[in-house]
């Protein structure tokens, strides 16, 4: 399994609305990622989690809060977004053996902030 | 191809033509480089990799080339085939410690015509 899953693949939600974002990988990773793209845009590195800790934050506001609840899954909770959130969430992993640098993508969570 | 440090966000090719997509890094110390294709609708997906202690490296139709003296990164795609079409990312690990952080340069979108 070379997989890397997010779900739900489109999100639209309210101002006020909670929701979450899941990522699931089967690979033995280490770390996994969050990434945020805007159109036409280059991924934008937003959180990574090491060995289930949160290593990096790229100060990201508070309305969007990670959690990593085990080795294979990684969560992104969201609460009042705002319309400029909406965007490509994508999620990763990376780690184990030799090219362990190489980060493995999922297809993302389209997200539409109303 | 592109001059350093001048990004072409589009590049078009004729089928069976080589292509060389450009991308300048700016961090002297980061080791090891990505080339990643993104089609529309899905995550990057890997291509190839090279590290900092290497100048040239070849895979199937792709070959990465880094100029450590003028951190310049090049991918050429041989045979380009329309399903080659895609935007293409440099990405650079900026990390430390043991956490990944792959930084993405601008992107180049090519377009393969028949």
């Known amino acids: 399994d070379t997989e890397v899953t997010q779900t739900p693949k489109h999100l639209v939600m309210g101002m006020t609305n909670k929701k979450s974002l899941k990522c699931e990988q089967h690979?033995?990773?280490?770390?996994m990622y969050w990434y945020k793209q805007k159109a036409k845009k280059p991924p934008e590195l937003m959180f990574v989690?090491?060995?289930?800790?949160?290593?990096i934050n790229e100060s990201v506001p508070s309305r969007f809060s990670p959690e990593c609840p085990n080795s294979s899954l990684l969560n992104l909770h969201l609460h009042a977004l705002q319309p400029e959130d909406s965007a490509l969430y994508l999620c990763?992993?990376?780690?184990?053996?030799?090219?362990?640098?190489?980060?493995?993508f999922g297809s993302g969570t389209q997200l539409s902030v109303l | 191809g592109e001059s350093v440090g001048l990004h072409l966000p589009t590049l078009s090719v004729q089928e069976g033509d080589n292509s060389i997509i450009n991308c300048a890094y700016s961090?002297?110390?980061?080791?090891?480089f990505i080339w990643y294709k993104q089609e529309s609708g899905k995550g990057p997906q890997f291509i190839i990799d090279i590290r900092s202690n290497m100048d040239k490296r070849q895979g199937q139709r792709v070959t990465v080339l880094l100029n450590k003296t003028v951190k310049h990164l090049s991918l050429q795609i041989a045979a380009t085939q329309p399903g080659d079409s895609a935007v293409y990312f440099c990405?650079?690990?900026?990390?430390?410690?043991?956490?990944?952080?792959?930084?993405f340069g601008k992107g180049t979108k090519l377009t393969v015509n028949p």
């Open positions: 989690y090491s060995y289930e800790k949160l290593s």
């Open positions: 690979m033995g990773h280490r770390a």
């Open positions: 990763a992993s990376s780690g184990k053996g030799t090219g362990g640098e190489k980060l493995f």
């Open positions: 961090n002297s110390a980061s080791d090891y």
């Open positions: 990405a650079e690990n900026r990390g430390q410690g043991g956490s990944e952080k792959l930084v």
